[in-house]
Structure formats: structure tokens, C-alpha cells
């Protein structure tokens, strides 16, 4: 890197090169969408809507796994040196998941490309939270769930593009997974010149390297005050004993704890992945032929890009509450109108285009408000010491509930239709509601060291209350 590039030129070197962690989440999430018709033919792996949904699923499974595991592994080895090895373990997994010759190695590789993909999701934010200026943390951080959906579009377009030259080779799907690889390349080698996180090395006792650090991604200005602020932090810390699970016994801890669960679940029982992972065959159950499907289905990706265009420029203009709610009811609305629209419209021309037309709608409310909230809260609502435990264990049932609403899904589809299937997921939204409405902060404007005091206050509030109760 030139010893004179100015901050906010580094900075964005270090979105552009990190984010390629969300890049392959999104894409190797989105690509089953599109592989699955062609990888269930009986040519080729001949699965039932059982093995589908444990095909799609044992990534998520995987990442639930790789969530937990990745935040301790980040907060021993530093949040770079872990990207780095996700990036290896996503291309190592791409190879098995391209050339598996039967189902039980297909889901073994497709469960470690779970764990890349887990461990990225909570990596990579964390990294870009403590990277940024509080200033611009929100717009930083959501610069990841941005390259999550570009991915995600990238399989859409790839996949129809494939299909459709396809000239029924079913074996496409191998071709539609293996350029995953591309991307894990990039990731590599575009992290090894990029700095480790300033906060991550002050914990690790490591001051002049934070130090040098702070003073390429900060102007000149600011870099001792931050340098000052994250030092007091991390030597209040130091007189903690290391982060364990006894710590999520600390009443204030344990509700930080509660909300990172509660958002993770929030973004999840909408049913989006259903759509990301089975808009494909949704389509085709709505009415379209595959090919068709495979096309009408990149309006989905586009959708979801342009409104996390539109959610990271809302993130500086109201609140993160604000935005959960508006993103809640809007989603709420379309599973409705999916829900009503094919028992209306059963059997009829329209109800394929009806049903593309309301995914659209959903996913401009999910991605645009719902998705950009839920990650930068993840990555700001824990304090430094408990983050990569804490964030760790939220996005791990995050996955999990990710994880049963696809494997479930497929099953639930056959079983007793599109309408009951997203009947159920609206009335998971209306729970939804409720929880942001009545539990969750504002956190906007704040820098992690004062969310951390507004917690610890707040619960001492609460303990203060009740002794004068007494």
C-alpha cells in the first residue's frame, strides 16, 4: 500500500477487498436457487423434496457452525488472518461441491462451504465495525450485506445465462457452482496486504501496530483521541477475566445476548431464504417452465441490490428501530398477498407473474431495511471484549433458524402448498413486530464504546429500582 494514500482511500481498499467475504456468501447461497432443478434430474444427483432440502440446508447447517467457531477463532487470531483462511476453505469447498459424484459427498463439501460462509458472516462485519469511523460505521458495515445480495444477483444472472445455453445439459449445475472459485482467489489475495483491526491488536497488547494503524484509517486529527478512547476500554477489560460463557450469567450481558438472538431470528422467520434459496422452484410451482423461472428470478437479485442501495442510505438518515419496523410490516404484507394471491389465482396465466411481482415487493423491504439493520446491529451491540462470542453465538442461531426454515420448506411446499407455507411465515412476522417494538434500542449516532455504557447503565438502573423496592 502507498505510504501516502489518504484515509478514506485505504478505507474503501479495505471494503472493496474484505466484502468479497459477502461476495461468495451471498453467491454460494444464491446459486442453489438456480442448480437445483438441473442437480435433482435423475441424470444427475435425483433428489426428492427430502434431499432437496437437505442439500440447500446442510450449508446453513454448516454455517451456524462456522458462525460460532469463527468469532472465537477471530477474537484468538485476529479478524484478518481468519478471513484469510475462509477464503481458502471456500475454495477448497467449491472444488467438492463442483465435482461431488453423489449425494452424501455433496452435502459433506456443501457443509464446509457452510462453514466458510458462517465464518464470513460474522468475520467480516466485525472487522468493517472496527475498522470504521463512528461516523460512518453504518454505511461501512452494510457495504458487506451490499456484496451479500450483489452475489446473490451474480448467481441469478449466471445461472439463467448458463440455463438457458444449457441446450438441456443437466450437468450444468457443476459449471454454475465451480465459479465461486474465482472470487475465494480474490479474497485471498486481496487480504494479505490490508492491516488487522486497531481494536483486535490493542486487546492483544499490540499498541504500536494499533497505533500505526489508526493513523491510515483516520485523519490525523482523530487518531489520537481514538487511540485514547479504544486504550481505556480495553484496560477496563483487561481487569475481566477472559470472555467465556460465564460471562452470559451478567444480567447486562445476558440482555445484549437476548437482543443479538432476538434480531437474528427477526431476520430469519420472515422467510426470505426461502425466496433467495427456492425462487427458482417457487416459480416453477407458481407456473413458469424452468428456463423461464431461472430468468424472472434475476429480478430478484436486482431488487435486492438496489434496495440495499437504498437501506445503507437510510441507515443515515433515521433510525435502526424505525427501519425494522417499516421493513417488518412491508414484508408482513406481501407474504399476505402471496398467501391470497395463489388460492385466488390458482391455475391461471397471471399467478406466476402475480407471485414474481410480490417477491419483488418483499425483498425491496427485506433487503432494503430488514437485512442492512440486522447485521450492523450484530456487529455494534456487543462490547469488544465479548464480540466475537457474543455476535458468534447470535448469527449462530441465526443460521440455525435459517437452516430449518430451508430444509423445511421444500417439504412444507409438497406438502400443503404455497399459500399455507407463507400464511405461516406472516404469522411469524406479526411475532416479529412485536419483538422489535417492544425490546429493541436505538443504537444510531453512538460509537461501540458508548452503546457498551448504555447497556451497563441501563441495567444498573434496573438493580437500583429494585433495591429501593426492597
Known sequence: MKKNMTPRKFLF??????????????????????????????????LTPFLEG?????????????????????????????????????????????????????????????????????????????????ESRGRMVTQNELMIVTGQLLAFTINAVLGNMSEGNDGIWRLMLLIAAVPAVVLFFGMLPLPESPRWLMKNEKKDQALGVLDKIREKSKVRGEYNQIDATVILEEKMDKATYKDLTVPWVRHILFLGIGIAIVQQITGVNSIMYYGTVILRDAGFSTNAALTA???????????????????????????????????????????????????????????????????????????????????????????????????????MVNFGVSFVFPILLAGIGLSSTFFIFAALGVLAIAFVAKFLPETKGKTLEEIESYFKKRENQKENIKTKAL
Open 54 to 134: 437437505l442439500v440447500t440446508s446442510s450449508l446453513l447447517f454448516g454455517a451456524a457452525i462456522g458462525a460460532i467457531v469463527g468469532g472465537r477463532v477471530s477474537d484468538g487470531f485476529g479478524r484478518k488472518k481468519t478471513i484469510i483462511f475462509l477464503a481458502v476453505l471456500f475454495f477448497i469447498a467449491t472444488l467438492g461441491v463442483s465435482f461431488a459424484p453423489s449425494v452424501t459427498i455433496m452435502i459433506i463439501f456443501r457443509f464446509l462451504l457452510g462453514l466458510a460462509v458462517g465464518g464470513a458472516s460474522v468475520t467480516v462485519p466485525t472487522y468493517l465495525a472496527e475498522m470504521a469511523p463512528s
Open 297 to 399: 428470478n434475476i429480478s430478484n437479485g436486482v431488487i435486492s441490490v438496489l434496495a440495499t442501495f437504498v437501506g445503507i442510505w437510510l441507515l443515515g438518515k433515521v433510525g435502526r428501530k424505525p427501519m425494522l419496523l417499516v421493513g417488518q410490516a412491508g414484508t408482513l404484507t406481501a407474504l399476505l398477498l402471496i398467501g391470497i394471491s395463489s388460492l385466488v389465482l390458482e391455475g391461471t396465466a397471471a399467478l406466476p407473474y402475480v407471485v414474481i411481482s410480490l417477491t419483488v415487493m418483499f425483498l425491496g423491504f427485506q433487503q432494503g431495511a430488514i437485512s442492512p439493520v440486522t447485521w450492523l446491529m450484530l456487529a455494534e451491540i456487543f462490547p469488544l471484549r465479548l464480540r466475537g462470542l457474543g455476535m458468534g453465538l447470535s448469527v449462530f442461531v441465526l443460521w
Open 13 to 46: 481498499i479495505i471494503i472493496a477487498c474484505s466484502t468479497f467475504g459477502g461476495l461468495l456468501f451471498g453467491y454460494d447461497t444464491g446459486v442453489i436457487n438456480g442448480a437445483l432443478p438441473y442437480m435433482s434430474e435423475e441424470s444427475q444427483l435425483n
